[in-house]
């Protein structure tokens, strides 16, 4: 053989193991590409459970609050992500009171929004522990909260024997 003949035929096997080589590195691209997108859906899936879950929590505390007291008007509760807000109306029954509660479950931070936007309070942070203060009145912040979409709502009633509305 001459020589030309063994350096093209060395120089074909280097160039077959370079496009190997680059195939598979594309293949571990696109894997890769395919397992981020999968896990940060994952992630999102997660984070929304985590929210509902906490919005269902915050939901069944104010509903023990409601059955535990049942008062007409409008309650506020709050943890850390989440806002409630309970409507309670009293439906007078022959033999007593039947109390039905309405409870929405919104974002904490949209709500903080819409109460800011709706009347221009001096602190964004106008949430419902303000409201319970004094700064803004149930009623006023409930009513800025109806255009924001519920993150979670539950309905329950009570019936007291005996009870005049």
């Not at 160039?15 to 999968?38: D, K, Q, R």
């Not at 022959?94 to 709706?118: C, F, M």
């Amino acid at each position: 053989m001459s020589r030309a003949n063994r350096d093209n035929g060395h120089g074909f096997s280097n160039t077959a193991f370079l496009v190997e080589a680059l195939m598979l590195l594309v293949m571990v691209a696109g894997v890769l590409a395919v397992l981020m997108s999968l896990f940060a859906q994952a992630y999102n899936i997660g984070k929304q459970s985590r929210d509902e879950a906490g919005a269902i929590l915050l939901a069944s505390n104010v509903a023990e609050q409601f059955s535990a007291a049942p008062e007409a008007g409008i309650t506020l509760a709050q943890d850390e992500a989440h806002v409630a807000c309970c409507v309670v109306v009293p439906q007078q029954q022959e033999g007593g009171v039947l109390y039905q509660a309405h409870i929405t479950v919104y974002d904490n931070d949209e709500a903080a929004n819409a109460v800011y936007g709706a009347y221009g309070a001096s602190d964004v942070a106008a949430d419902a522990a303000s409201a319970k203060q004094g700064m803004l009145a149930p009623e006023e912040y409930a009513a800025s909260l109806k255009s924001l979409s519920a993150v979670y709502q539950l309905d329950t009633a009570r019936y007291v024997s005996g009870a005049i509305a």
